[in-house]
């Protein structure tokens, strides 16, 4: 079994010689890093190396919504739309149920998922949203200090909800 599987890692490795699988192992099968003076023609020591590489980001706390067209079924809640919401940090879709289009329709659906991002610490700082976007819906957003962007007509590709609404 240990010949099979040794086997079938040379090959993967596309077949080198010994002499590399020992230096890209080594003895303990760590990293090691050898330091020495740069006259020097001997290394003095060897020290072992655990590298671990973090960067800090920085959050947008961009949201992306769109709503589908009108399914041809009701749900058996009254459903007949879905907004779909794409958030660019922890690229997570969410999805409402809207019963129509109307202004006071949009704005419950999108003050249930602003709310429900909130709770779980993200505060939005920007909004793309499709062309239609009804007054109420604005006046939610300035009062919440959420700045919002209007995705011209006809030009998707500049909303990540469209994306979304595809997967």
């Known amino acids: 079994m240990l010949s099979k599987l040794v086997a079938y890692s040379h090959k993967a490795a ?3 010689v010994p002499s590399t699988w020992i230096d890209a ?4 099968g760590q990293k090691t890093t050898t330091l020495a003076p740069a006259n020097a023609t001997q290394p003095i020591h060897t020290k072992r190396m655990h590298d671990v590489f973090a960067t800090q980001i920085q959050l947008t706390c961009k949201l992306a919504t769109d709503q589908t067209c009108r399914f041809p079924y009701v749900s058996s809640r009254g459903a007949k739309y879905i907004m779909i919401t794409h958030e660019k940090d922890y690229n997570t879709i969410l999805t409402g149920c809207l019963a129509n289009r109307t202004a006071a329709e949009l704005t419950r659906t999108y003050t249930a998922i602003y709310t429900y991002l909130t709770l779980r610490g993200l505060k939005l700082r920007l909004q793309i949203m499709d062309n239609e976007c009804p007054e109420k819906l604005q006046k939610f957003m300035r009062n919440t200090i959420i700045a919002y962007q209007l995705v011209p007509p006809n030009y998707h590709r500049h909303n990540p909800a469209e994306k979304a609404i595809g997967t």
């Open 14 to 16: 596309f077949s080198p």
């Open 25 to 28: 192992i080594g003895s303990t």
